[in-house]
């Protein structure tokens, strides 16, 4: 498999590299043998090659023609140690360089890959909300009420609904909230907790005499 950086990347090679890769499952490890370099060793060229293939093996590895490939390539006998190009440095002394996974720091030179396209999930309204709270903004300023002295035109009046939460505060029926001041804008505020109206019973509808 053979890649071709295009014009957009600007990089070349000081000389020619010879690189073997290895991976076993036990113990898992990575062994990359670097068996010629140019005479100057520089490993950040090394670096950037392996940035370059893993930039251009991400793009293509779910394509079939790629692993159909790769494993036509399985049966071929090994390339001949005489047919190899002698340019370059050969080092004699790196019989293997162990590279853990997570040490793997590169820098990339290749194209960057464009950004996904977001797609708007169909769980979602078409339609804006009226009104929104921001969460991120700091100490939001609460608009409570305090507790009227007379319950209101659309509030039940004793007897309250005890069993159900309600209290009976200045002859009106109210719910006490875990909430505690500042209030939000539609609860009333009394004597350092927050409470809502309970609302009044609604009349039942009286069927019409024939």
């Given at each position: 498999m053979q890649l071709l950086p295009t014009d957009r990347v600007d990089w070349q090679p000081?000389?020619?590299?010879?690189?073997?890769?290895?991976?076993?499952?036990?113990p898992a490890s990575v062994t990359l043998r670097v068996e010629e370099t140019p005479a100057s060793v520089p490993v950040s060229e090394l670096a950037d090659i392996l940035v370059l293939t893993t930039a251009a093996v991400t793009r293509i590895e779910n394509s079939p023609r790629l692993r159909d490939h790769l494993a036509?390539?399985?049966s071929l006998p090994p390339v001949p140690p005489s047919s190899r190009r002698n340019s370059g440095h050969t080092v004699t002394n790196w019989t293997g360089l162990w590279l853990g996974l997570g040490f793997w720091l590169l820098t990339s030179l290749s194209e960057p890959l464009p950004p996904p396209v977001e797609e708007t999930p169909d769980v979602?309204?078409?339609e804006d909300a009226s009104s929104l709270v921001d969460l991120e903004a700091s100490d939001p300023v609460a608009l409570t009420y305090p507790l009227p002295a007379k319950p209101f035109r659309n509030q039940a009046v004793p007897p309250c609904k005890t069993n159900k939460g309600a209290v009976e505060i200045k002859g009106g029926c109210w719910v006490e909230?875990?909430?505690k001041p500042p209030c939000f804008s539609d609860q009333a505020e009394y004597q350092g907790k927050c409470y809502l109206p309970v609302a009044k019973p609604q009349r039942l509808p009286q069927s019409a005499a024939p």
């Amino acid at each position: 498999m053979q890649l071709l950086p295009t014009d957009r990347v600007d990089w070349q090679p000081e000389g020619p590299w010879r690189v073997s890769l290895f991976c076993k499952p036990h113990p898992a490890s990575v062994t990359l043998r670097v068996e010629e370099t140019p005479a100057s060793v520089p490993v950040s060229e090394l670096a950037d090659i392996l940035v370059l293939t893993t930039a251009a093996v991400t793009r293509i590895e779910n394509s079939p023609r790629l692993r159909d490939h790769l494993a036509s390539g399985l049966s071929l006998p090994p390339v001949p140690p005489s047919s190899r190009r002698n340019s370059g440095h050969t080092v004699t002394n790196w019989t293997g360089l162990w590279l853990g996974l997570g040490f793997w720091l590169l820098t990339s030179l290749s194209e960057p890959l464009p950004p996904p396209v977001e797609e708007t999930p169909d769980v979602f309204s078409q339609e804006d909300a009226s009104s929104l709270v921001d969460l991120e903004a700091s100490d939001p300023v609460a608009l409570t009420y305090p507790l009227p002295a007379k319950p209101f035109r659309n509030q039940a009046v004793p007897p309250c609904k005890t069993n159900k939460g309600a209290v009976e505060i200045k002859g009106g029926c109210w719910v006490e909230l875990a909430q505690k001041p500042p209030c939000f804008s539609d609860q009333a505020e009394y004597q350092g907790k927050c409470y809502l109206p309970v609302a009044k019973p609604q009349r039942l509808p009286q069927s019409a005499a024939p």
